[in-house]
Every structure is written in structure tokens, then in C-alpha cells.
């Protein structure tokens, strides 16, 4: 009797939570894929037209070529943003004087939004350049170094607090005895923290992942996908503009691209998913028990 | 024990109204009312609701709507989009039950895209009011859209630094009369900037910025020019495939533009809009090419009427000594066909009451600064405007608005872009003609295909 109530409870406690689960997650995500082979407007007027979003979509040379342009940036921006969040976090939690102070600041350019961000950069980035007469919008290379510099100085410090966090878990006990068994200084770095650590590793390499990977605000206002190269036919290929941006763009293009885009967003989600998955596979497997 | 039950009941029931709320948003509301049947709607028994394009206008809007209801007690709810955002804003709005009853597109391109959703215009009373059947836009016998706004724009010069050009010894043109074609326009521009420490300035044009906030003057409204001349030769009014018959003049007047300007050539691609305004405000150059809706913020910025003019822009065509400003409307006002009939009569009694009586036209004139194309449209007070009054007065052609008919947004982006690279140096002139011509098939067929 008293279980059975209990479960009632639990049915109408969580019908809320699973309705907006519902409404905000599974219906769009289902009608975003249906969407996807269809010829549409505004979506209550869709029309099914099959796999042709799809040709066209692989078809397309923006999304090709900013395809590309996001793998470059994701392992960059991966292996650098983590290479920095861990040694700040290192360094931090040597207890040096005024570590606190340092966690904050660290962390204060998660609390500003991307487009901010992107448009204080690009003054300070253009005001740089334009000693050297050029500019962001000139030049793909100084385009993509603004970026990575940006995504660095902006994730750093939050996955700088999970490693933090990281560190502080790691037993004393094991120190002590790696110590003991005269252990170096690196050899308790390599043997003990890191091992240790590993699942702070997990969560930081897919976040880092998958932030990259659907960068879009800063993108937007840092270099909104220029330079622009004139390629084959007249149509403009942009160099430094990620998926997210080019799917945007193509979504709103013209009166047939919003399939097209659809389209688009479901390749994009599928990979994403697939790397996503197979980072979380091979990092899991290096966690120990503690 | 007791109030915590009713807080959790309360926010069941709260989440349940939000859910049922929510799934009533989805419900299909297709059933879309032949077009005629607007005219047996109750105007009195509806409500407008307008999707603005202009922010500027944002607040005037919404103050002449307050009028409006106050005077008929018809509700009008007026709603801008954010800049640069209306094609996105309005498409998730038509998705609405409430969707507006009262929204606008930019010109043939735009009402492509819009057609299913467009109201035929041909029997109502704000289309009579048009003083000219050249501002309605048609598609076959329909009429789709109304032009409610009429602008110009030029290079707008500084008068009184022109003045003082005029009057140096250096000067090779004598006065603004002779100044009527683009080699005249050359002359003195070059001059001006040979000579620009004597008369004070930095340069002769203001900066072509590249930035989004500027480019839009050249990738749109310049490229009208050899997109206008071409029109004209081939008697069309638009095109699946551009041949750039006029594109070297293009080349011509962006060189001037790039060349005698304030800044170098390698800092066009970041300077904005705001740049070049401020460059024009400060007297820092004397062309600004520009229109009628800048009045506003350069009278702001300290500019006098006696202090301003507006050139046509010549490209070096035969014959452009008697070529005018360019004149014409993006704007154009459409209403939802899919809105209830009572919708509809009360969206077009609001529209015809905006443009016939005293308050509506007052506002739009004096409140908005437009020029709108009805027969009792109230005088602009807009210097710039006047300009264009007296042009069209000494005999000179209008420019008509052709860049409503370019194939894309993404078109303007790719001549932008290739515009930039030019100037800066990185790319040549190859690359803008083939993004012109070979992107404006592309497009084309992306688009209509």
C-alpha cells in the first residue's frame, strides 16, 4: 500500500520535468529531423521532399570547407585549453599566496557573453594588426589564431575549476607514500595526480569538445567568417566560418535553403554525437578506482 | 506539513497550465481564408498586429498604434525586430497562432519567399492613395506589397567645404553646376585630396568602411549603379543572369571611393558606419555617400541645412549629366493573408487611416522623417529629401531601386567580401566580377530553383 503511493507520487513528480523534457527536447529534436527532408517556410507548412537536403548539403562547398575549418580548431582548442586549465590548476593548488584571487580572475571571462567577447578581441586583435596594415577580416590564419586565443582565454578558467576540484581529491595518503618510495617530483605527477585525475580529464576533454565544436557566438562577432574567397560558379567560400555559423547562414539564405540547413544540422549532430561518444569510450577506460 | 502540500499542488497545476499552454502553441492553424473574403470582415471586431522593420522607427511606431487605438479603440501591437534579424524574427512569428497581420519584405526577392503569405492588395483603399503605381509591388495582376516609404540616396556632400574648394586657386571646377559627371567628380576629388591640408580635412570621401555596419553602401546600394545601367540598356527590370555590362564604371568610382579617401586603403575592412558619420560630422571630408535617413543623426552631430547637399553618384555612363539621385522604397507593407478576416479589414483600415488622416501622416512626416508615396502625404522637413525634390524639379532622372532584385543576401556578402579584398590590396578586380557576375547565376538558380 505505502509503495504503491510512493510510486504515484513519484509518477506526478516527475511528469512535469518529463513534459518539458518532452516539449523542449524530444519534439523539436524529432520535428528537426523530419524537417530536415522537407521543403519549408515557416514549419507548419512543410512539405516532404526526401533525401534531396542532404544531396545538397554534401553538395554545398561552405559547409565542406567549414567542416574542415572546425576539426582543425576542435583538436587545437582541446589540447590547448586543457594543457592550460591543468597547469593553472597545478600551479594553484601549490598554495602560492593569493590563490583565490587567482581562481577568480581565471575564471571571470566564462561570465561574459560570446558575443562580447568576440567584439572586445576583435578591437584588440584589429587594433594590433592595423600596425601591420592588415586586419582579422584580411587574413584566415590571423582569423583562426584569434579564435583558438579567444576560446583559450575564455574556457581556460572554468575547466581550471574542475581540475582544481580534481587535484583536491587525490588523497594525501598516496603522496605520502609515493614520497616514501622516493618518488620524484614528476614521477608523482605522471604516476599518481594524473591517473588520479582522469576523470576530471573525461569531463574537461568533452566539454572542451563539444563547446568547440558548436562554437558559434564567437565566431560570429569575432570574424563572422572572413575573409571570403571567391571560389568556382561566383559563390563565396569563407574561411574561417565553423559549422554552426554556416548552417545559420545557410538556414536563412533564401526561400529553398531552410532544408538545406536542417539538413546540415542533422549531419553536424550526428558527428557530433559519434566523437563525443568515442572520446568518453577511450578516456573512460584510463579512469582507476580509487 | 499542510501549505507545503499546496505549494506542491500549485506548482503541479502551474506546470500543467505551462504544459497545456505550451501544446496548444503547436496546434495547426492552416486553414487559410480565400483573399476576397477580407472585405466581408469586421474591422471593428479585429486587431493589427505589426512586425516592424526599422528600429529606429520603433518608438514612433508604437506612439502613433497608442493614437490610433485611443481614436477607434481597434488594439494595434507593434513589435520591432533587432537589427539585421527580421528575416529570422518574422519567420518564427508567422509560426505563431498570433501571428502578425501586418509585416513587411524588401522588394521582388523578398516577396518571393513571402508570396504564400501575402494578402492581394488590388481592391484596397491604401492602394488608391498611391501616387504612383510604380510604389505597389506586383506579382501577375496581384498586387502584394505597398511601398510606404520613399528614400534617396547620393553623395551627400559638405557645402561649405565644398565652397571653399570652389573658391581656392587650385581648384579646376568653379562651382557645383559644372560638377554634373564623373570625370568633373574626379577632378575635384583628386584635388581635394592633392590639397586637403589647405582646406582642412583628411580626405575627400569618408572612409569606405567594409564593416557590416557600412558595407551594405557598397555591396547594395553602389552596385545598384551598374546594375541600374544595364537594366537600362537591355530594357529589363530584372534578371536571372547579369552580364556586368557596366561593371568597369563600378571599378571606377570604387577606386575614387578607396583612393582619395581619409584613411589608408589597408583600414577600410574594419572601419563601421559610425566611422565614415563621424568623419562627415567632423568635416574631416567633404563626400559621404549616403541617403535620407542619415539626415537625422548629421543634423544631430551639428550640421546645418545651408550645410548640406546630395550629389547624384556618376560612374562615368554617357549621358549622366542628367542622371538624378537614387530613389526608390525597400520597404514594402504586406498583410498576413493567413490572419481572420477581421484581422485583415481592421490591419488595412489602420494602414489607409496611417497615411490619410492628419495624426497618421504627421507622424510618419514629422515623428519618422519619411517620404511616403500617398496623395496626402504631409511635407518632410528632411533637407536631403529636398534635395532630391529639386533635382527631380531641374529635369534630372531618378535612379530607380534595382538592388531589390539581386539574387541573394549572400550575393551582397560575396561582393562585399571580394570588395574588401580589393581594397585592401589582397585579391584583384577578377575575383568582384566573377562574384557578381557568375554568383548572381548561382544564386540565382540556388534560389528560384
Known amino acids: ?290 | 506539513m499542510k501549505s507545503t502540500t499546496l505549494k506542491r499542488l500549485a506548482a503541479l497545476g502551474l506546470a500543467g497550465l505551462m504544459t497545456a499552454g505550451a501544446l496548444a502553441g503547436c496546434s495547426d492553424n492552416s486553414a487559410a481564408p480565400d483573399s476576397d473574403a477580407a472585405k466581408t470582415g469586421d474591422a471593428s471586431k479585429g486587431s493589427v498586429y505589426y512586425l516592424n522593420f526599422k528600429p529606429e522607427q520603433d518608438k514612433a511606431w508604437k506612439a502613433l498604434a497608442k493614437k490610433y487605438t485611443k481614436e477607434t479603440g481597434i488594439d494595434v501591437k507593434v513589435e520591432t525586430a533587432a537589427e539585421g534579424t527580421y528575416e529570422s524574427t518574422l519567420t518564427a512569428a508567422m509560426d505563431k497562432d498570433d501571428a502578425p497581420t501586418l509585416f513587411q519584405v524588401n522588394g521582388p526577392v523578398g516577396l518571393a519567399n513571402w508570396k504564400d503569405y501575402c494578402m492581394d492588395l488590388s481592391d484596397s483603399d491604401v492602394l488608391k492613395q498611391l501616387t504612383n503605381d510604380e510604389f505597389a509591388l506586383k506579382d501577375g495582376d496581384a498586387t502584394y506589397g505597398i511601398a510606404y516609404v520613399i528614400e534617396t540616396y547620393g553623395i551627400i556632400y559638405n557645402k561649405t567645404i565644398l565652397q571653399k574648394y570652389f573658391d581656392s586657386d587650385f581648384a579646376s571646377v568653379k562651382s557645383i553646376e559644372e560638377l554634373n559627371n564623373f570625370d568633373q567628380l574626379k577632378k575635384v576629388a583628386d584635388e581635394i585630396q592633392e590639397n586637403k591640408d589647405a582646406l582642412g580635412v583628411k580626405g575627400a570621401f569618408t572612409s569606405a568602411g567594409m564593416d557590416s555596419s557600412s558595407d551594405w553602401r557598397f555591396k547594395t546600394h553602389l552596385a545598384n549603379m551598374p546594375i541600374y545601367y544595364e537594366y537600362k540598356e537591355d530594357g529589363i527590370s530584372s534578371t536571372d543572369a547579369i552580364k556586368g555590362t557596366y561593371l568597369d564604371n563600378y571599378k571606377k568610382i570604387w577606386d575614387l571611393y578607396i583612393t582619395d579617401s581619409t584613411c589608408a586603403k589597408t583600414d577600410l575592412a574594419s572601419k563601421t558606419g559610425t566611422d565614415a558619420e563621424t568623419e562627415f560630422i567632423d568635416g574631416d571630408a567633404v563626400f559621404f555617400q549616403n541617403g535620407t535617413w542619415e539626415y537625422g543623426a548629421l543634423t544631430k552631430g551639428g550640421l546645418k541645412d545651408k550645410d548640406l547637399g546630395m550629389l547624384p553618384i556618376y560612374i562615368g555612363v554617357e549621358g549622366e549629366e542628367d542622371q538624378g539621385l537614387c530613389t526608390g522604397s525597400e520597404n514594402y507593407w504586406c498583410v498576413n493573408n493567413e490572419a481572420s478576416d477581421d484581422d485583415k479589414a481592421a490591419t488595412l483600415d489602420f494602414i489607409n487611416w496611417c497615411v490619410t488622416s492628419d495624426t497618421g501622416t504627421a507622424a510618419l512626416a514629422d515623428d519618422m522623417g519619411f517620404v511616403i508615396p500617398f496623395k496626402k502625404a504631409k511635407e518632410a522637413t528632411n533637407k536631403l529629401v529636398k534635395c532630391d525634390a529639386e533635382m527631380v524639379d531641374a529635369g534630372k532622372t531618378p535612379v530607380t531601386w534595382n538592388f531589390t532584385t539581386m539574387p541573394s543576401e549572400d550575393w551582397k556578402n560575396g561582393v562585399g567580401t571580394a570588395l574588401t579584398q580589393y581594397a585592401a590590396g589582397k585579391g584583384d578586380w577578377d575575383a568582384v566580377v566573377k562574384a557578381f557576375v557568375d554568383g548572381w547565376a548561382t544564386e540565382y538558380a540556388k534560389a528560384n530553383g
Not at chain 1, 503511493?5 to 511528469?15: D, E, K, S, T
Not at chain 1, 516539449?23 to 516532404?48: D, E, H
Request: proline share 2%; charged share 10%; glycine share 8%.
Open chain 1, 1 to 290: 500500500m505505502f509503495k504503491k503511493r510512493n510510486r504515484l507520487f513519484f509518477l506526478i513528480f516527475v511528469l512535469p520535468t518529463f513534459a518539458a523534457f518532452i516539449i523542449g527536447f524530444i519534439y523539436p529534436f524529432f520535428s528537426g529531423i523530419y524537417l530536415s527532408f522537407c521543403k519549408f517556410r515557416t514549419v507548419s507548412n512543410a512539405q516532404f521532399i526526401g533525401i534531396d537536403n542532404y544531396i545538397k548539403a554534401f553538395q554545398n562547398e561552405g559547409f565542406l570547407q567549414s567542416f574542415w575549418f572546425t576539426c582543425v580548431f576542435v583538436v587545437l582548442s582541446v589540447v590547448l585549453i586543457n594543457l592550460i586549465a591543468f597547469a593553472v590548476a597545478y600551479i594553484l593548488t601549490l598554495g602560492i599566496r593569493g590563490s583565490n584571487v587567482f581562481r577568480t580572475v581565471f575564471f571571470m571571462p566564462n561570465l561574459i557573453g560570446g558575443i562580447i567577447l568576440g567584439y572586445i578581441w576583435q578591437q584588440i586583435f584589429n587594433g594590433i594588426l592595423q600596425k601591420y596594415s592588415t586586419n582579422l577580416a584580411l587574413n584566415e590564419t590571423y582569423g583562426f589564431w584569434g579564435l583558438i586565443i579567444l576560446m583559450c582565454w575564455q574556457q581556460a578558467g572554468y575547466m581550471m575549476i574542475i581540475y582544481i576540484a580534481g587535484f583536491q581529491s587525490v588523497p594525501h595518503d598516496l603522496y605520502e607514500a609515493a614520497r616514501i618510495d622516493g618518488a620524484s617530483k614528476s614521477q608523482i605527477l605522471t604516476k599518481v595526480t594524473i591517473p588520479m585525475m582522469a576523470p576530471s580529464i573525461t569531463i574537461c576533454t568533452f566539454l572542451t569538445l563539444t563547446n568547440s565544436f558548436k562554437l558559434f557566438d564567437q565566431n560570429l562577432a569575432l570574424t563572422n567568417g572572413l575573409p571570403g574567397v571567391v571560389g568556382a560558379g561566383g559563390t563565396t567560400i569563407y574561411k574561417t566560418e565553423m559549422i554552426a555559423l554556416n548552417i545559420y547562414k545557410t538556414f536563412y539564405a533564401n526561400q529553398n535553403s531552410r532544408g538545406i540547413g536542417q539538413a546540415e544540422a542533422v549531419i553536424f549532430f550526428v558527428i557530433v554525437v559519434v566523437i563525443a561518444l568515442a572520446q568518453l569510450y577511450f578516456t573512460r577506460k584510463r579512469e582507476v578506482q580509487q
